[in-house]
Structures are given as structure tokens and as C-alpha cells.
Nanobody, 124 residues
């Protein structure tokens, strides 16, 4: 099992940037594919980005391609989400997730382990 703790959320103006971090503890971090999901008020949770165990393969939702970058540092047991050119529609609670696989594509059923989330608010 792995425990996940997100940080880095906050309030930012449209066009600005934020970097989210997710620190993992427990079982070996490099055993897991990692992902970021988000849930806006009144909407269903959606996948933002995923990354495989080594970090060599990534996947992005169309809505964030070219603006967000997922990365990981296996030595630091941390996964990041760099968010640039933020829009008001990016406002949501962002969740870090882990799955005991090496797949970096879509996860329609979500991942196995979840953090508690961090709120990102983008003002217009």
C-alpha cells in the first residue's frame, strides 16, 4: 500500500502557473504508475495526466495538453504536475493517485490509491 499527500494548491489568476507535488510513502514508489485527477464543483472526477513507473511515458487529457506537464522523481518519491496558462475552468480539487501497474494511458475506473486532494482556484 502507498500513502499520498498533495501540496501546492492555491489561488492564482488566469494565465498564471502552479506546481502541484505529491509525496508518497509506504511501498516502493517506483512500483506504481502515478496520475493526477481533478473534480470541479458539481462535476464528475476526470483524469488530468498519468505517468508510468520510469517517467518515460505520459498521457494527458485533451483539455490540458500543451499546458500541463506531469513528471516524477523516484529518488524523492514524488510526482509533480506543472500547470501553466491556467484557466478558470481548471478550478477544481486535484487528486494524486497511484496504481500498481506500468500503464500511462487513460484510467476510466480510476487508480487504486488516492490522496485527499488539494484545491486549485483560478480567478478570471
Amino acid at each position: 500500500q502507498v500513502q499520498l499527500v498533495e501540496s501546492g494548491g492555491g489561488l492564482v489568476q488566469a494565465g498564471g502557473s502552479l506546481r502541484l507535488s505529491c509525496a508518497a510513502s509506504g511501498r516502493t514508489f517506483s512500483y506504481y504508475a502515478m496520475g493526477w485527477f481533478r473534480q470541479a464543483p458539481g462535476k464528475e472526477r476526470e483524469l488530468v495526466a498519468t505517468i508510468n513507473r520510469s517517467g518515460g511515458s505520459t498521457y494527458y487529457a485533451d483539455s490540458v495538453k500543451g499546458r500541463f506537464t506531469i513528471s516524477r522523481d523516484n529518488a524523492k518519491n514524488t510526482v509533480y504536475l506543472q500547470m501553466n496558462s491556467l484557466k478558470p475552468e481548471d478550478t477544481a480539487v486535484y487528486y494524486c493517485a497511484a496504481d500498481p501497474s506500468n500503464y500511462s494511458g487513460n484510467y476510466p475506473g480510476g487508480m487504486r490509491y488516492w490522496g485527499k486532494g488539494t484545491l486549485v482556484t483560478v480567478s478570471s
